[in-house]
């Protein structure tokens, strides 16, 4: 084959390729976002809507995701590590040993949400609503479970539920 074939072929093949394929990590916030292998650690993203994003292996490090919507959202192996979730919206969600270690993630909604083998060692889920979550594996050394609603959705976890539901 010539070499100018080729170079033309190798275009048409990028110009078939959907926009979505092409998707950047500094593409903003929205629904369906894909930032795979993003870091966006210390950003901002109270209030944010990433309904249905893909989070893989993406990394929120001490970031305020204060109230976000990350219902549907796919982060598997994506790391929370001190990230502040308060009052975030997990449901249905896929964050498959995610790493929330020391996060805080009060009176957040995880309904639904698949965590197996995640970690949440010394997270803050005070409040927090598990119902239909799927935790086999998930590792809650020192987290605080007090007052959330436990995985079968009637359970609440006593006071001084640390690591178990009491």
Request: charged content about 20%.
């Amino acid at each position: 084959m010539k070499p100018f074939t080729l170079i033309s072929a190798a275009m048409l093949v990028v110009a078939l390729i959907p926009a979505d394929a092409l998707a950047s990590c500094t593409d903003p916030p929205g629904p369906e976002v894909q930032w795979t292998r993003c870091y966006h650690d210390g950003r901002d993203f109270s209030n944010a809507n990433l309904a249905g994003a893909t989070l893989r292996d993406a990394t929120f490090q001490r970031s305020n995701m204060t109230k976000i919507n990350l219902t549907n959202a796919r982060g598997f192996r994506a790391k929370l590590i001190s990230a502040t979730l308060t009052g975030a919206v997990l449901d249905g969600a896929v964050f498959s040993e995610a790493d929330f270690t020391r996060a805080t993630l009060t009176g957040a909604s995880l309904k639904g949400a698949d965590l197996r083998r995640a970690r949440f060692y010394g997270t803050i889920l005070k409040g927090a609503d598990l119902s239909g979550a799927r935790m086999d594996g998930a590792e809650l050394l020192e987290a605080d479970l007090t007052g959330a609603t436990w995985t079968d959705g009637k359970r609440i976890c006593g006071p001084g539920s640390i690591g178990q539901c009491n």
